[in-house]
């Protein structure tokens, strides 16, 4: 069983940002800049936002944190968003999800320029993804193309089952996954809460992409010998033997199935970090595309 290391290629993944950011730097060129928008104060989504801060002064880029009160109305977000659009200093920006009730989020996505959505979760972006044109891949399904990508996991051919539907991560895999070129080229299917007999199906797959959120969810009977597993699911599980009063949690009974499995991401330390590492390659492109623009 090898380990997809998410820390290790994320930090990678950095260390060629920095390199790209400091031949800007030489060339008098402009760094690129990442604002975050976060409405309220949820404790993960505080967190999730202050690693990518942390992360955009690690590589050298420019970044903005706009905090709104959970009591914001929709038409005040809707505002805000319409000043990082027409601010041409900030060349991608993302709002963190999930929104307060009184927010309709489809509607802050579209309002969102489709130049500047570095999330990729605009519907021009996530039609130009489905036609395989060059656009911005959601971040967390690119960080799972990376890992696959940089470890050489073979894709062609091979049968992958996506584990939920989501329009951030399960959805946007099942078509990345059956795309041209590599990785890609798999024969997909997507399951979701009302696919019936799902062990059956998940026990012919040669690669297994869970995005659930629900702890210890794929169990060791339910793979195949030398499946690849990625693991998007990450829950805080109460646990009084740990300091924090909890541990994080995958999709996979991790210990059962990394017996089994080929390649496998843990949790902690897999897909999670491979996120924030793509939304800062995501926001050099928006840079770079703004660049030629101008040029």
Known sequence: MKLLDGKKISNDIKTEITAEVNKMK???EKVPHLAAIIVGNDGASLTYVGSKVKACELVGFESTLVNMPSTTSETELLKKIAELNANDDIDGFIVQLPLPDQIDTQKIIMAIDPSKDVDGFHPENFGKMALDMTTFIPATPFGILELLERYKVETKGKHTVVIGRSHIVGRPMSILMGRKGFPGNSTVTLTHSYTKNIAQITTQADIIITALGVPNYLKAEMI????VVIDVGITRVADETDPRGY???????????????????????????????????????????KRLKIE
């Not at 195949?224 to 499946?227: Q, R």
């Not at 059962?256 to 496998?264: E, L, P, R, T, W």
Request: net charge positive; aromatic share 4%; proline share 6%.
């Open 26 to 28: 030489a060339n008098k």
């Open 247 to 289: 541990r994080i949690t995958g999709d996979v009974d991790y210990d059962a199935v990394s017996k089994k499995a080929s390649y496998i991401t843990p949790v902690p330390g897999g897909v999670g970090p491979m996120t924030i590492a793509m939304l800062l390659k995501n926001t050099l492109l928006a840079r770079e595309q």
């Open 224 to 227: 195949k010998d030398d499946a």
